[in-house]
């Protein structure tokens, strides 16, 4: 067993255990609240007279804005704006707001699906390796996504697997399909394709916030074990490891919405000979990484037909190149956006969104100490604009269609597979 697969197994045992663990919490509350009422109602003049009401928590789609009762497909909000309305993105970010939603998302040109019983769910989609790879291995494996929610708790793991083991007892080397680029010799030769991929990813809501944290092992090109009969064992490694963790007050925001997170990234990209290191010439370096971040939304005009948002992120970036390299890099960026949508027709049926956004690196700081190299820098250099329309046929059917481009990039490349994006998605609600 693999340590990929052990790293599975232990991600479902902590979400069956967290999920209990939230269950018992959701009865004891329960109860508590039960045997409250009850004393008030002991503690009346009256038995007759009516218990004192508590205000209950508004979730974010029952507002009075008919716009955050929508869910959407990946073609709104691109920017991360928090005080717009769901997107299927912000769902599997806070897999608790899956809770009682039932419906089927379909979206071919991301090659995505996704099916909500009301608290069971499950997805399918697609995992890239990030960078090319000179094998014929596939370069996209497809990932399996099961999860659960319940009213203010959500959990789910997600695999997506690409594995090939040979083993040549003939003495000799072989070919691997016919393949003379693929050569086995006498032993035990293993790989795991660019896109293999575990995940998890646990959300809770708590004094009217949610916080999120998710983990993502994910193999970014092709990783070879060779043990052979003869000669040294070899092994070569590209993997990361991403865990982020968020706080959002969105749930019960009135009008300004903000998250705050930080995301940790570990890459791996190294060859080992009889478990020593190996000086690599391949130009995936190792290294660690933290982006702490905020992002916030804002409703600036509204009314029961168009609304506009603003909204604007922050991150700042460090990142530090693993032996034998002494590099570090830091980096600052922010990220203004607007956004507005409009109702079209008397019943509501159709509407019309568009946004934009800009990335501004700030400031961006990098120091070699090995080549007594250091640079710093700042970039205005990237606006991202898009449009999308969606139609809905009465209360159970809804399809959505977006069309963007990266803008300022150079003339004359509005359908560049490099700069334009066009989404197509469908919904069926229950």
């Known amino acids: 067993m693999n340590i990929k697969t052990m790293f599975g197994i232990g991600l479902i045992g902590f979400g069956l255990a967290f999920a209990q663990d939230g269950s018992s919490e959701s009865r004891s509350m ?26 209950p928590d508004i979730p974010k789609e029952s507002k009075r804005s008919p716009f955050n009762a929508i869910l959407h497909g990946k073609s709104y909000n691109r920017h991360s704006n928090m005080a717009a309305a769901n997107n299927t993105d912000l769902l599997l970010t806070y897999p608790n707001l899956f809770a009682n939603r039932k419906f089927f998302y379909i979206e071919p040109t991301n ?54 083991k040979v083993t040549n007892d003939n003495k000799r080397n ?23 991929d575990w995940a998890a990813s646990i959300a809770k809501s708590f004094l009217g916030m949610n916080i999120a944290a998710d983990v993502d ?75 702490p971040y905020i992002r916030a939304g804002l409703s600036v005009l509204e009314n029961e037909n168009a609304r506009i948002l603003l909204g604007a992120a922050a991150i700042v970036s ?66 991202n604009a898009s449009v999308g329309f969606r139609y809905q046929y009465k209360d159970f059917l809804a399809v959505e269609l977006g069309l963007g481009e990266k803008l300022f990039t150079g003339l004359g490349n509005f359908f560049q597979a490099d700069g334009t994006f066009l989404d197509f998605s469908a919904m069926i609600r229950f």
């Open 30 to 55: 329960s109860e508590q609240e039960l045997q409250k009422q009850e004393e008030q109602a002991a503690s009346s003049e009256s038995l007759t007279s009516p218990v004192a009401f508590v205000k």
């Open 111 to 164: 090659k995505l699906g996704i099916l909500s019983l009301g608290s069971f769910f499950t997805a399918f989609d697609i995992s890239k390796a990030t960078h090319a790879d000179s094998t014929d291995s596939p370069k996209e494996v497809g990932r399996l996504t099961l999860g659960y929610a319940a009213p203010g708790f959500g959990v789910y793991i997600r695999a997506g697997l690409g594995r090939d």
């Open 174 to 196: 072989i070919n691997v399909e016919g393949n003379p680029k693929d050569v086995v010799a006498p032993g035990k030769r293993s790989k795991t394709f660019g896109g293999d």
């Open 217 to 291: 092992w994910l193999t970014v090109k092709n990783q070879i074990h060779v043990e052979p009969d003869v000669g040294p064992e070899t092994e070569e490694h590209y993997d990361s490891l991403t865990v982020n963790l968020s706080l959002t007050n969105a749930p019960t925001a009135k009008n300004f919405t903000w998250t705050l997170g930080a995301r940790f990234i570990s890459f791996n990209g190294e060859r080992e000979v009889d478990d020593d290191v190996v000086a690599d010439n391949d130009s995936l370096d190792s290294f660690w990484e933290i982006d």
């Open 318 to 383: 460090y990142r530090h190149f693993d032996d034998p390299l002494d590099r570090y890099a830091l980096t600052t960026v922010l990220q203004p956006s607007m956004l507005g949508e409009v109702f079209l027709g008397e019943n509501k049926n159709f509407m019309f969104y568009g946004e934009v956004g800009y990335d501004w690196v700030v400031f961006r700081y990098m120091k070699d100490d090995d080549a007594d190299y250091s640079r710093m820098m700042d970039v205005m250099n990237s606006v």
